[in-house]
């Protein structure tokens, strides 16, 4: 049976992801070899009514969103790695809200993050998330573009159909 995966994602630019991609492809290669830098804007379990998830994305009347990044976080009891978003991201929910509109009455308020160090397969160390917290990364990104995306039987995610905002 194929398993298959969709969600929305917002992919940092490769104009600001260097010190991103560098760090995940020294910690994380396996993650990073799946899918490029990003912030998830939509889980599979969202886009169950796809037609008007993208019905709404085709009509998006959007700005874009800025996003503000703190200092890199260990989670999942400090094997993984993520920059967290800063500050309140109301530009972010309200582009989820309106993705979602006619598909979830009130979407929920995930906080925004890119990881670097995906728990699933990678380990952080102390000495890695020293040398990862003194990395450059940048304190803000400027996302213009949502991609759709696929992953098939757990093999490297694709970009079905992107939406400019």
């Known amino acids: 049976m194929v398993s298959k995966r969709l969600q929305l994602t917002l992919f940092v630019d490769e104009t600001v992801s260097q010190t991103i991609e560098k760090v995940r492809h020294q910690f994380n290669p396996e993650q990073y070899n799946l ?3 990003h912030v998830t804007l939509c889980r599979e ?3 169950e009514d796809l037609t008007q998830v993208v019905k ?3 009509n998006l009347n959007f700005p874009g969103v800025e996003i503000r990044f703190g200092k890199p976080v260990r989670f999942a009891e400090g094997k993984g790695v993520f920059l967290p978003a800063e500050g309140e991201n109301e530009t972010f929910y309200t582009l989820r809200k309106y993705i979602l509109q006619n598909v979830i009455q009130e979407p929920k308020r995930p906080e925004p993050h890119i990881t670097l160090m995906h728990p699933r397969n990678s380990t952080c160390t ?3 998330f020293i040398q990862i917290s003194a990395a450059p990364f940048p304190q803000s990104i400027h996302f213009t573009r949502i991609s759709l995306i696929e992953q098939i039987d757990g093999k490297e995610w694709k970009v079905i159909k992107e939406f400019i905002f």
Do not use: G, P, Q, R
């Open 35 to 37: 899918i490029k830098a």
């Open 45 to 47: 379990s969202e886009l």
């Open 56 to 58: 709404n994305l085709n």
């Open 126 to 128: 102390d000495e890695i």
